[in-house]
């Protein structure tokens, strides 16, 4: 038995700070052990393929949002970003794809009013 931290989380966590800070190159092995840890976890995978994306590997940054995207397929963001990469890859077609589904996504759930920023707070 190892006493070696298993929870994906403090990984992920580090790992989102060193790349909020300009830092991918350190925040990459931390992200790569939360995917590694947790594989069905789409926020790991979004974030270390924002790591590729910033370190410039874009078919490693395209894999990783992919397998976000097949975890969380209605999360808009990940559309967002999996269109920013295959922008940054000259595909386009498939960028506008994306796009159009991240807005497909925001107007379905823009209906939900807890999805809406500036509502009011419910009454208490």
Same mark, same amino acid.
């Given at each position: 038995?190892?006493? @070696?931290? &298993?929870?994906?989380?403090?990984?992920? #966590?580090? @790992?989102?700070?060193?790349? *909020?800070?300009?830092?991918?190159?350190?925040?990459?092995?931390?992200?790569?052990?939360?995917?590694?840890? #947790?594989?069905?976890?789409?926020? %790991?995978?979004?974030?270390? @393929?924002? =790591?590729?994306?910033?370190?410039?590997?874009?078919?490693?940054? #395209?894999?990783?949002? *992919?397998?976000?995207?097949?975890?969380?397929? #209605?999360?808009?963001?990940?559309?967002?970003?999996? @269109?920013?990469?295959?922008?940054?890859?000259?595909?386009? =077609?498939? %960028?506008?794809?994306?796009?159009? &589904?991240?807005?497909?996504?925001?107007? =379905?759930?823009?209906?939900?009013? %807890?999805? =809406?920023?500036?509502?009011?707070?419910?009454?208490?």
């Amino acid at each position: 038995q190892s006493s @070696g931290v &298993r929870a994906p989380q403090p990984y992920l #966590d580090f @790992g989102m700070m060193l790349l *909020q800070q300009g830092k991918p190159a350190q925040a990459l092995p931390l992200l790569q052990k939360a995917v590694a840890l #947790d594989p069905q976890n789409p926020r %790991a995978h979004e974030q270390l @393929g924002k =790591t590729w994306q910033q370190l410039h590997n874009l078919p490693n940054a #395209d894999a990783e949002m *992919q397998a976000a995207i097949r975890q969380a397929p #209605d999360i808009s963001a990940l559309h967002f970003e999996m @269109g920013r990469i295959f922008q940054l890859e000259g595909l386009n =077609t498939k %960028a506008k794809q994306e796009f159009d &589904r991240c807005a497909a996504l925001n107007a =379905t759930h823009s209906t939900d009013s %807890a999805a =809406t920023p500036n509502s009011p707070p419910p009454d208490q």
